[in-house]
Nanobody
Framework: QVQLVESGGGSVQSGGSLRLSCAAKGLPIRLSEMGWYRQAPGKQRELVAAITGGGNTNYADSVKGRFTISRDTAKSTVYLQMTSLKPEDTAVYYC???????WGQGTQVTVSS
């Protein structure tokens, strides 16, 4: 059974950095596009960054130049390195595997000004 387990969320001040991890159990991540989404209170869930099975990446305009998605296929883990964090980045961040449309439980990121 596929399970996505996120970690690395927390609280930081504006300008700080965090790295999120998503461990994919039961799924070789090279076989699936993997994405990070976020949902802020009262807002719809939105795509933050994605990486295809071939390693191509794309980002939401709001995070370009600040966030980097990467993966370690040997560990079946996807990362989201977040720098220059802003209060508007505050949200619950979710990992998604397009193959089978699997979601993790989410991890809270809070950025204070």
């Amino acid at each position: 059974q596929v399970q996505l387990v996120e970690s690395g969320g927390g609280s930081v001040q504006s300008g700080g950095s965090l790295r999120l991890s998503c461990a994919a159990k039961g799924l070789p991540i090279r076989l699936s596009e993997m994405g990070w989404y976020r949902q802020a209170p009262g807002k719809q869930r939105e795509l933050v960054a994605a990486i295809t099975g071939g390693g191509n990446t794309n980002y939401a305009d709001s995070v370009k130049g600040r966030f980097t998605i990467s993966r370690d296929t040997a560990k079946s883990t996807v990362y989201l390195q977040m720098t220059s964090l802003k209060p508007e980045d505050t949200a619950v961040y979710y990992c998604n595997a397009r193959l089978g449309n699997r979601w993790g439980q989410g991890t809270q990121v809070t950025v204070s000004s």
